[in-house]
């Protein structure tokens, strides 16, 4: 088995950074509510809490997925970086509701908007601050294919949009005088925060459930694999998982059973430095085989099956060749 060595770059400060800005907008946003007494910037002001939480439990996660493995975690830590995503799209949901809550109190019982010009100007350079931040973390993310700093940045940019909407909304009642659009406007504030936080919390699901690598990686992996693919070379059981920034592949390598040893280690290691130059940060796990050994055809399943009796060996590995003429 190969790993390709992690990215040296620690993750932790896109972290802080993030808490500065919670902590900064947290602090805008409150005192645009005070200076309005609008529940549609109190919304969005809440929601900047969320922010803050979020991203320290990403600070703290992203420091266990960045340890190295160990005798109790021998495929590292990269797993944690899905209890920060899932924990933070949970804390999405329980804002989402208060901020519903609140804005039913309000749509009950109606009250005017005061300061609107100061509060809003408070509001935007906020959300200014959000989107500059958000920017910044979404492109780290994809960079390093961190689910958790990818998730802090959907929520600060969905945090942008709800300012946006925010400002909008309490900008019409000023326009207007209909008080009541206020609260309107965050309830229409928390179904979108909902709908945020499932996106979440569906991401950190199935990281947490081993799902595969996204179909242009496995495509990649297969493209790679059938460059080296001849008559006398082939692959089967391939298999692909993603566990935060890291990677993992596995697949098996078939060759004729006269080859000697030194000759399929030279062909598996030219594959797995292929795969690690195209796929960074994956670790690459193959496994040789005889092309002419039955047993070689029988183990692409997860579990390799007993073996039944009623088939001799010719049967099978013609049976399996022809399941297996192309790349699982």
């Known amino acids: 088995m190969k790993t390709s060595t992690p990215q040296k770059t620690s993750l932790t400060r896109f972290a802080w950074l993030s808490i500065g800005a919670a902590v900064l907008t947290i602090s805008l946003k409150f005192a645009a509510y005070f200076f309005t007494g609008s529940v549609g910037l109190l919304s969005d002001a809440v929601e900047s809490i969320v922010n803050l939480v979020g991203a320290v439990v990403a600070l703290t ?6 340890r190295p493995p160990d005798e109790e975690h021998n495929y590292g830590h990269s797993k944690a970086e899905y209890f920060s995503s899932g924990i933070e799209g949970t804390l999405i949901l329980i804002a989402a509701l208060s901020i519903a809550y609140t804005a039913i109190q309000r749509l009950i019982s109606p009250k005017p ?63 207007t005088g209909w008080n009541r659009l206020d609260p309107i406007v965050a309830i229409l504030v928390a179904l979108n925060i909902i709908w945020s936080g499932i996106k979440i919390v569906r991401k950190s699901v199935l990281g947490l459930m081993d799902t595969g690598l996204p179909p242009e990686d496995q495509n990649l992996i297969k493209s790679i694999l059938e460059k080296y693919q001849q008559p006398g070379i082939k ?46 940060n994956i670790t690459v796990d193959t496994h040789l085989e005889s ?38």
């Open 113 to 175: 908007i005061e300061q609107v010009g100061l509060g809003l100007a408070v509001s935007a350079a906020a959300a200014a601050v959000n989107l500059i931040v958000g920017l910044i973390l979404l492109r780290a993310g994809k960079r390093s294919n961190s689910v958790t700093l990818e998730a802090n940045a959907q929520h600060l940019l969905t945090d942008v949009w709800t300012s946006v909407g925010v400002v909008v909304g309490v900008g019409a009642v000023a326009l």
């Open 61 to 66: 996660m992203l420091t266990i997925a960045s």
């Open 235 to 280: 692959f089967h059981a391939l298999r692909t998982r993603q566990a935060g920034i890291r990677a993992f592949a596995s697949f098996h390598v078939l060759v004729p059973g006269e080859w000697t040893i030194q000759r399929g280690h030279d062909l598996v290691e030219q594959i797995e430095k292929d795969l690690r130059q195209a796929l960074p």
């Open 291 to 328: 092309l002419e050994d039955p047993a070689s055809w029988n183990d692409t399943g997860l579990d390799r099956p007993h073996p039944t009796g009623d088939q001799n060996d010719s049967e099978v590995i013609e049976k399996s060749r022809d399941d297996n003429s192309g790349i699982e």
